[in-house]
């Protein structure tokens, strides 16, 4: 939310002081409301386009986080691969080979694997 508050502060910033002093031309009748109706139907764009597809990937993300469990197949945002073995608060540990554990933190886990796909990798 504080991005987009500072993006329309910019916004803001940028237009009125141009419309203010603008040089020789008269405004034209009106040009205020459709100043603000331009801008509205901007700030619905960026809103729909931009901030609403994040802010749901985020949720989406947090949610697969809260669901790790242990034996849990996983891809890590590197493209590492492992079943994880511990899960704490920040930090999981993933088993990437047979003697090979790395602690890692929660938020590196980028997807669930379906269940057998290390065994299938392997073969």
């Keep these: ?47 729909f386009l931009m901030w609403r597809p994040q802010s749901k990937r985020a949720k989406e993300h947090k949610n697969l986080l809260s669901a790790l469990d242990k034996g849990v197949e996983v891809v890590t945002s590197g493209g590492m691969v492992g079943k994880v073995m511990k899960v704490s608060d920040e930090f999981v540990i993933l088993k990437v080979s047979d003697n090979v554990e790395l602690p890692m933190q929660k938020q590196a886990i980028a997807a669930v694997l379906p269940k057998g796909t290390i065994k299938s990798i392997k073969e």
Aim: aromatic content about 12%; cysteine-free.
């Design 1 to 47: 939310m504080s991005k987009f508050i500072s993006t329309l502060t910019v916004l803001l910033a940028t237009i009125l002081p141009a419309s203010a002093f603008a040089e020789g031309a008269a405004a034209p009748a009106g040009g205020g409301i459709e100043q603000l109706i331009f801008l509205g139907g901007f700030v619905l764009i960026f809103y």
